[in-house]
Nanobody, 127 residues
Framework: VQLQASGGGTVPAGGSLRLSCQSS????????VAWFRQAPGKEREFVAA????????FYSDSVRGRFIISRDNAKSMGYLQMNSLKPEDTAVYYC?????????????????????WGQGTLVTVSS
């Protein structure tokens, strides 16, 4: 599965952005979708994940309550609505997808779970 992330840009602190993740193939049942991010000089970190049926969502502590992950299986799309953005949210955001064996936070938050990644979209939050 090839993934394309889009929707990044520059926004002031407190603003909002909506990222999109387009899959080249129909995202069938059992595919979890996740977002990770990598800030300059830092390691890539987990942001959010959603199970194939949208029944379960998981968030890192740093974005919980501000970001919302969603998906539209009919359109093979994943989304990340980012609200109340902070300068520390500045990073390249990547989407990832994988048939999920488990619907647990440790499994879905791990980079090694995912084989398919998009190339990333840059989000810059100005102070």
């Amino acid at each position: 599965v090839q993934l394309q992330a889009s929707g990044g840009g520059t926004v002031p602190a407190g603003g909002s952005l909506r990222l999109s993740c387009q899959s080249s193939e129909y995202i069938v049942a059992d595919y979890a979708v996740a977002w990770f991010r990598q800030a300059p000089g830092k390691e890539r970190e987990f942001v959010a994940a959603i199970t194939w049926n949208s029944m379960d969502t998981f968030y890192s502590d740093s974005v919980r309550g501000r970001f919302i992950i969603s998906r539209d299986n009919a359109k093979s799309m994943g989304y990340l609505q980012m609200n109340s953005l902070k300068p520390e949210d500045t990073a390249v955001y990547y989407c990832a997808a994988q048939p999920a064996k488990y619907h647990t936070y440790p499994y879905l938050a791990a980079e090694r779970t995912y084989d398919d990644w998009g190339q990333g979209t840059l989000v810059t939050v100005s102070s």
